[in-house]
Protein backbone atom coordinates (compact mmCIF):
# COMPACT_ATOMS: atom_id res chain seq x y z
CA UNK A 1 0.00 0.00 0.00
CA UNK A 2 1.18 3.69 0.22
CA UNK A 3 2.23 3.79 -3.56
CA UNK A 4 2.63 7.46 -4.95
CA UNK A 5 3.79 7.40 -8.96
CA UNK A 6 5.12 10.20 -10.85
CA UNK A 7 5.56 11.04 -14.98
CA UNK A 8 7.20 11.46 -16.60
CA UNK A 9 10.33 9.98 -15.11
CA UNK A 10 12.57 11.47 -17.29
CA UNK A 11 12.33 14.87 -19.33
CA UNK A 12 14.75 16.57 -21.46
CA UNK A 13 13.24 19.89 -23.09
CA UNK A 14 14.68 23.54 -24.53
CA UNK A 15 15.22 26.54 -22.53
CA UNK A 16 11.65 28.67 -22.78
CA UNK A 17 9.64 25.89 -22.51
CA UNK A 18 7.03 24.48 -19.32
CA UNK A 19 6.94 20.93 -17.97
CA UNK A 20 4.63 19.75 -16.67
CA UNK A 21 4.92 16.62 -13.97
CA UNK A 22 2.13 14.73 -12.78
CA UNK A 23 1.88 12.91 -9.15
CA UNK A 24 -0.60 10.41 -8.12
CA UNK A 25 -1.66 8.66 -5.30
CA UNK A 26 -2.75 4.95 -6.23
CA UNK A 27 -4.27 3.89 -3.26
CA UNK A 28 -4.97 6.26 -0.79
CA UNK A 29 -5.98 9.71 -0.75
CA UNK A 30 -3.63 12.58 -0.47
CA UNK A 31 -4.67 15.25 1.96
CA UNK A 32 -1.61 16.53 1.57
CA UNK A 33 1.22 16.45 -1.43
CA UNK A 34 4.72 18.25 -1.32
CA UNK A 35 7.21 19.06 -3.93
CA UNK A 36 10.87 18.68 -3.51
CA UNK A 37 13.78 19.32 -5.48
CA UNK A 38 17.11 17.70 -4.96
CA UNK A 39 20.35 18.60 -7.07
CA UNK A 40 23.43 16.38 -6.91
CA UNK A 41 24.78 15.42 -3.59
CA UNK A 42 22.59 17.53 -1.88
CA UNK A 43 19.62 17.66 0.21
CA UNK A 44 16.08 17.64 -0.29
CA UNK A 45 15.01 20.96 -0.75
CA UNK A 46 10.56 20.99 -0.08
CA UNK A 47 9.33 23.47 -2.41
CA UNK A 48 5.79 23.78 -1.88
CA UNK A 49 3.03 21.65 -0.32
CA UNK A 50 -0.58 21.29 -1.65
CA UNK A 51 -3.97 20.53 -0.30
CA UNK A 52 -6.91 19.70 -2.31
CA UNK A 53 -9.03 22.21 -3.78
CA UNK A 54 -6.71 25.33 -2.36
CA UNK A 55 -3.66 26.89 -3.10
CA UNK A 56 -0.09 25.73 -2.83
CA UNK A 57 2.04 27.21 0.11
CA UNK A 58 5.69 27.48 -1.16
CA UNK A 59 8.56 28.01 0.79
CA UNK A 60 10.39 31.24 0.71
CA UNK A 61 13.02 31.71 -2.27
CA UNK A 62 10.59 29.81 -5.07
CA UNK A 63 8.96 31.22 -7.32
CA UNK A 64 5.26 30.38 -7.16
CA UNK A 65 4.65 31.92 -10.65
CA UNK A 66 7.54 29.65 -11.93
CA UNK A 67 6.14 26.89 -10.34
CA UNK A 68 2.88 26.01 -10.79
CA UNK A 69 1.25 23.97 -8.83
CA UNK A 70 -2.19 22.10 -9.07
CA UNK A 71 -3.45 19.92 -6.82
CA UNK A 72 -6.94 19.32 -8.46
CA UNK A 73 -8.07 15.91 -6.75
CA UNK A 74 -7.22 13.90 -3.35
CA UNK A 75 -4.87 11.95 -5.94
CA UNK A 76 -3.30 14.26 -8.53
CA UNK A 77 -0.79 17.19 -8.24
CA UNK A 78 0.81 18.66 -10.87
CA UNK A 79 4.08 20.88 -11.13
CA UNK A 80 4.55 23.15 -13.86
CA UNK A 81 7.66 24.30 -14.88
CA UNK A 82 7.71 27.19 -16.60
CA UNK A 83 9.96 28.61 -19.17
CA UNK A 84 12.31 26.17 -17.98
CA UNK A 85 16.15 27.24 -17.61
CA UNK A 86 19.14 25.41 -17.59
CA UNK A 87 19.52 26.12 -14.01
CA UNK A 88 16.30 24.77 -13.61
CA UNK A 89 17.69 20.76 -14.33
CA UNK A 90 17.26 19.00 -11.45
CA UNK A 91 15.42 15.96 -9.70
CA UNK A 92 12.08 17.00 -8.54
CA UNK A 93 10.12 14.57 -6.15
CA UNK A 94 6.72 14.21 -5.04
CA UNK A 95 5.49 12.98 -1.71
CA UNK A 96 1.98 12.67 -0.41
CA UNK A 97 0.43 11.53 2.92
CA UNK A 98 -3.20 10.85 3.84
CA UNK A 99 -2.45 12.65 7.05
CA UNK A 100 -1.62 16.06 7.61
CA UNK A 101 1.77 17.85 7.32
CA UNK A 102 3.75 16.02 9.94
CA UNK A 103 2.55 13.00 9.55
CA UNK A 104 4.44 9.84 7.14
CA UNK A 105 5.05 10.61 3.50
CA UNK A 106 5.23 8.40 0.70
CA UNK A 107 7.58 9.59 -2.15
CA UNK A 108 6.95 9.05 -6.12
CA UNK A 109 9.74 7.35 -7.73
CA UNK A 110 11.02 11.44 -9.47
CA UNK A 111 11.46 13.20 -12.21
CA UNK A 112 14.87 13.98 -13.97
CA UNK A 113 14.64 17.27 -15.94
CA UNK A 114 16.99 18.75 -17.81
CA UNK A 115 16.93 22.09 -19.79
CA UNK A 116 19.13 22.67 -22.68
CA UNK B 1 14.76 27.56 14.54
CA UNK B 2 13.61 24.27 13.28
CA UNK B 3 16.53 21.79 12.75
CA UNK B 4 17.18 18.46 12.36
CA UNK B 5 20.48 17.39 12.44
CA UNK B 6 22.81 14.57 11.02
CA UNK B 7 26.69 13.91 10.84
CA UNK B 8 26.66 14.03 6.70
CA UNK B 9 29.55 11.25 6.85
CA UNK B 10 30.45 9.02 5.05
CA UNK B 11 30.14 6.63 7.47
CA UNK B 12 31.82 3.23 6.94
CA UNK B 13 30.94 0.16 8.26
CA UNK B 14 32.19 -3.23 7.42
CA UNK B 15 29.95 -5.84 6.78
CA UNK B 16 28.21 -7.66 9.29
CA UNK B 17 28.33 -5.01 11.98
CA UNK B 18 26.31 -2.68 13.37
CA UNK B 19 25.69 0.59 11.77
CA UNK B 20 24.56 3.45 14.48
CA UNK B 21 22.87 6.29 12.94
CA UNK B 22 22.10 9.57 14.66
CA UNK B 23 19.63 12.60 14.56
CA UNK B 24 19.10 15.54 16.68
CA UNK B 25 16.19 17.74 16.59
CA UNK B 26 15.41 21.30 18.42
CA UNK B 27 12.08 21.10 19.12
CA UNK B 28 11.00 19.51 22.41
CA UNK B 29 6.94 19.28 21.48
CA UNK B 30 7.81 16.88 18.52
CA UNK B 31 5.93 13.79 18.30
CA UNK B 32 6.71 11.44 15.42
CA UNK B 33 10.32 10.65 13.95
CA UNK B 34 11.04 9.11 10.92
CA UNK B 35 13.59 7.03 9.27
CA UNK B 36 14.24 7.26 5.26
CA UNK B 37 16.28 5.65 2.93
CA UNK B 38 17.60 6.70 -0.51
CA UNK B 39 19.91 4.97 -2.92
CA UNK B 40 21.88 7.48 -5.28
CA UNK B 41 19.74 8.55 -7.71
CA UNK B 42 16.72 7.63 -6.62
CA UNK B 43 13.54 9.11 -4.44
CA UNK B 44 13.39 8.28 -0.27
CA UNK B 45 11.88 5.10 0.70
CA UNK B 46 10.28 4.94 4.26
CA UNK B 47 12.26 2.45 6.71
CA UNK B 48 10.12 2.45 9.67
CA UNK B 49 8.99 5.31 12.19
CA UNK B 50 8.35 6.30 15.50
CA UNK B 51 6.59 7.86 18.20
CA UNK B 52 7.32 6.31 21.72
CA UNK B 53 10.60 6.69 24.24
CA UNK B 54 12.45 3.64 23.91
CA UNK B 55 12.79 1.39 21.22
CA UNK B 56 11.28 -0.05 18.14
CA UNK B 57 12.25 -3.16 16.16
CA UNK B 58 11.54 -4.27 12.60
CA UNK B 59 13.74 -6.76 11.21
CA UNK B 60 17.38 -5.76 10.75
CA UNK B 61 16.31 -2.31 12.00
CA UNK B 62 15.52 -0.69 15.57
CA UNK B 63 14.86 2.92 15.92
CA UNK B 64 15.75 4.15 19.47
CA UNK B 65 13.80 7.43 20.21
CA UNK B 66 14.61 9.30 23.63
CA UNK B 67 13.05 12.77 23.94
CA UNK B 68 14.48 13.89 26.88
CA UNK B 69 17.57 14.12 25.26
CA UNK B 70 16.08 14.90 21.99
CA UNK B 71 17.79 12.72 19.82
CA UNK B 72 16.27 9.40 17.55
CA UNK B 73 18.85 6.82 16.24
CA UNK B 74 18.49 4.18 13.76
CA UNK B 75 20.46 0.83 14.27
CA UNK B 76 21.09 -1.70 11.43
CA UNK B 77 22.02 -5.31 12.01
CA UNK B 78 24.18 -7.36 9.92
CA UNK B 79 25.13 -4.35 7.82
CA UNK B 80 24.74 -5.65 3.98
CA UNK B 81 26.55 -3.55 0.91
CA UNK B 82 23.26 -3.03 -0.59
CA UNK B 83 22.50 -1.06 3.14
CA UNK B 84 24.70 1.52 1.34
CA UNK B 85 22.67 4.68 1.22
CA UNK B 86 21.79 7.92 2.60
CA UNK B 87 20.01 7.88 5.55
CA UNK B 88 17.44 10.68 5.73
CA UNK B 89 15.78 11.62 9.58
CA UNK B 90 12.52 13.54 9.36
CA UNK B 91 10.91 15.50 12.80
CA UNK B 92 7.56 16.90 12.80
CA UNK B 93 7.47 20.16 14.28
CA UNK B 94 4.51 23.04 14.78
CA UNK B 95 5.08 25.63 11.64
CA UNK B 96 3.51 28.91 11.50
CA UNK B 97 -0.31 27.35 11.16
CA UNK B 98 0.30 22.92 11.37
CA UNK B 99 2.58 20.15 11.51
CA UNK B 100 5.63 20.01 8.67
CA UNK B 101 8.02 17.59 8.61
CA UNK B 102 11.32 18.50 8.95
CA UNK B 103 14.52 16.72 7.06
CA UNK B 104 17.78 16.28 8.02
CA UNK B 105 20.66 17.22 5.32
CA UNK B 106 21.49 13.01 5.45
CA UNK B 107 23.69 10.53 6.41
CA UNK B 108 25.91 8.81 3.94
CA UNK B 109 26.44 4.88 4.90
CA UNK B 110 28.97 2.50 2.90
CA UNK B 111 28.85 -0.71 3.84
CA UNK B 112 31.94 -2.32 3.13
CA UNK B 113 32.65 -6.08 1.88
Known amino acids: GAVVSQHPSRVICKSGTSVKIECRSL??????MFWYRQFPKKSLMLMAT?????????EQGVEKDKFLINHASLTLSTLTVTSAHPEDSSFYICSATPGQGGDTQYFGPGTRLTVL | QKEVEQNSGPLSVPEGAIASLNCTYS??????FFWYRQYSGKSPELIMFIYSNGDKEDGRFTAQLNKASQYVSLLIRDSQPSDSATYLC?????????????WGAGTKLIIKP
Open chain 1, 50 to 58: SNEGSKATY
Open chain 2, 90 to 102: AVNMWGDSNYQLI
Open chain 2, 27 to 32: DRGSQS
Open chain 1, 27 to 32: DFQATT
